[in-house]
């Protein structure tokens, strides 16, 4: 397991290790988020070029 450190306050040491299955758990819910902005963004794109269409006659 990845550990890492860094100054803290008062000068302190502070170490951090990676936990693989709480990387793997956050990763997971990123990309559920990133599909679902995805997903809301191509729908505002459809409803704008619906609009558009509608706006210049075609």
């Known amino acids: 397991m990845p550990v890492s450190s860094k100054a803290g306050a008062g000068g302190r ?3 951090y ?3 693989p299955d709480r ?3 956050a990763t997971q819910w990123m990309a ?3 599909a ?3 997903d809301r ?3 505002i794109k459809r409803i704008s070029e619906s609009a558009h269409r509608e706006h ?3």
Request: cysteine-free.
């Open 23 to 25: 990387l793997d758990a």
């Open 17 to 19: 290790a990676v936990r």
């Open 13 to 15: 040491q502070v170490r």
């Open 32 to 34: 559920r988020v990133a």
């Open 41 to 43: 963004l191509a729908a």
């Open 36 to 38: 679902e902005w995805d």
């Open 56 to 58: 210049e006659g075609g």
